[in-house]
C-alpha cells in the first residue's frame, strides 16, 4: 500500500498548528480523556479511515482502555462496558458524523442525553472532537493515509 500523498496538513504545514491547537483545547475541556478517546475511534470506524483507527486505539490503550472495550465499541449498544455518560457521547458521536443520514441528525433526544451528563464546556470539547476527527478522517481516507505509517 501506498499513499497517494503525505497528509495535507502536514504539507500545508501551517495547517497543522491550529488543528493541534484545537485539540489541546478539546484535552482541556473537561471531559475524561478515555471518553474522548472512544468518541476519535468510533468517529474513524465509521468513517473508514484505517490510520485514525489504529492510531486511535493505540491511544486508547495508553488511556487505558481495556481490550473488551476496544473491541467492542463499534457495538457500544449491545456491549456491557461503557457508562451512561460514554453511551451519551457515543451517540452524539454517531449522529454528528452521520448528518445526512436522516433529516434531524442530532436529534433533542440525543443531544439531551447528553446534555444530562456533561455541561457546556463539557459538551464543546466533545463536539469539536468530532468535528477534528471527522476532518482527520477525510484527509487521510481521501489521500490513503497508512494505518501504522505514522505510529
Not at 491547537?21 to 482541556?28: D, F, I, N, R, S
Not at 486505539?57 to 487505558?64: C, E, F, L, P
Not at 436522516?102 to 439531551?112: E, F, K, L, M, T
Request: proline fraction near 3%; include cysteine.
Amino acid at each position: 500500500m501506498q499513499s497517494r500523498m503525505r497528509n495535507p496538513a502536514v504539507v500545508l504545514s501551517d495547517a497543522m498548528q491550529p488543528i493541534q491547537q484545537l485539540v489541546e483545547a478539546v484535552h482541556g475541556g473537561g471531559v475524561d480523556e478515555q471518553t474522548l478517546e472512544l468518541v476519535h475511534l468510533r468517529v474513524s470506524q465509521i468513517n473508514g479511515c484505517s490510520a485514525c483507527v489504529d492510531m486511535g486505539a493505540r491511544t486508547a490503550r495508553k488511556a487505558g482502555l481495556s481490550d473488551e472495550r476496544l473491541a467492542t465499541v463499534a457495538a457500544w449498544r449491545e456491549a456491557p462496558y461503557f457508562t451512561e455518560e460514554e453511551r451519551a457521547a457515543l451517540a452524539l458521536a454517531e449522529a454528528a458524523t452521520r448528518l445526512a443520514d436522516r433529516p434531524d441528525a442530532v436529534s433533542d433526544g440525543i443531544w439531551d442525553t447528553a446534555a444530562t451528563y456533561f455541561d457546556e464546556k463539557q459538551l464543546a470539547a466533545i463536539v469539536l472532537m468530532i468535528g477534528v476527527t471527522n476532518l482527520f478522517n477525510r484527509l487521510n481516507a481521501t489521500t490513503l493515509q497508512i494505518a501504522g505509517a505514522w505510529g
